[in-house]
């Protein structure tokens, strides 16, 4: 697989994250443990160097499990993972202060069983602690050697721009898609004004880019889906639209929907760096697949064209959840 460098920073990963949060919350009855540290070791033994997790997911279990399936392999990859919000009587709650920023880091640290985190993200801004304090902290982690990179998920750019005059931020994650096009506007210029990578989650539309998907799907209860406004039975078929689209560029190449949206990812920019989630062997080829695939100016005129008349129905979460992103 190609590598990529997030920005101007010198950390290098594949064209093609996973993401690992599904492994064990959101997406319905949860996997193997077995199952996803196999699957973890495949993605590394097809090339993938890049893996995100956070200390909220599972709560707390995902970075167990990932640090579990790559210690036989640390030294060849690149573990990103957040801090910033922790759980209260079952409910998420938003803390970045300095000192809860160096509680994680150690529990993190022994969790993912490495002496060193690649890529700290702050989960999500915290509207109660200035940025500068937690840019100011993770510099010094950085200085102590416990942190790597300064990473941001979901900010807004001026809050980036703060930021990144304490510590260099490496990257930034948002979620971004075919479906979800908003960080073109104000936040893809900033990032490569100031030399920033961004690692776009949710790349295939909470898997709705698959083209497997539609109207009449049904999620288990516990799929966090179902809450969606995106993903009400009417605003999936109207939104087929779009996967239509990326069905017949994806006839033309030999491909399916899902490659030509990440495809049409990693054409965007250098350093822009997606990581597919998934719990199935069958998918991670498939999206180790689209790293391969070259869409043409020709390509890109076409899905640009069709999808700029189609306008998606549904918001991207739930009103209370979209409040606390910080877009």
């Given at each position: 697989m190609q590598k990529r460098k997030l920005g101007k920073s010198n950390l290098e990963v594949s064209a093609l994250g996973l993401g690992c949060m599904g492994m064990s919350q959101s997406y319905g009855v949860l996997p193997d443990k077995q199952a996803m540290i196999s699957l973890i070791r495949?993605?590394?033994e097809r090339g993938v160097t890049f893996f995100d997790t956070a200390e909220i997911y599972g709560p707390y279990t995902n970075e167990e499990l990932v640090g579990e399936a790559l210690a036989p392999v640390r030294a060849q990859v690149v573990i990103a993972t957040k801090f910033g919000i922790k759980s209260e009587n079952g409910q998420q709650v938003q803390d970045s202060r300095p000192e809860r920023i160096k509680q994680s880091v150690e529990r993190s640290l022994k969790r993912l069983r490495t002496d060193v985190i690649d890529l700290y993200y702050q989960h999500r801004v915290d509207p109660n602690?200035?940025?500068?304090d937690v840019a100011g902290t993770v510099k010094e982690l950085i200085a102590q050697g416990k942190v790597k990179h300064f990473g941001m998920s979901e900010a807004g750019v001026r809050t980036i721009r703060r930021a990144h005059a304490v510590q260099q931020v490496t990257a930034v994650q948002s979620e971004y898609s075919l479906w979800w096009r908003r960080p073109e506007e104000e936040l893809l210029p900033t990032l490569e004004e100031l030399g920033i990578g961004f690692v776009p989650f949710s790349p295939v539309g909470?898997?709705?880019l698959t083209g497997t998907i539609d109207e009449k799907t049904t999620f288990v209860?516990?799929?966090?889906?179902?809450i969606v406004p995106g993903f009400t039975p009417e605003a999936r078929k109207s939104n087929l639209a779009l996967v239509d689209v990326l069905r017949a560029i994806a006839k033309r190449k030999q491909a399916t929907p899902a490659q030509i949206a990440l495809a049409w990812l990693l054409a965007r920019k250098p350093w822009i760096v997606p990581i597919p989630g998934t719990t199935k062997l069958a998918r991670l080829d498939e999206n180790i697949g689209a790293a391969s695939i070259a869409l043409s100016p020709e390509d890109l005129g076409a899905i640009e064209s069709a999808t700029s008349q189609i306008v998606i129905q549904g918001a991207r979460y739930p009103e209370h959840l979209e409040?606390?992103?910080g877009l």
């Open positions: 495949t993605a590394v602690v200035p940025i500068e909470k898997g709705f209860s516990s799929d966090f889906r179902n409040q606390r992103t």
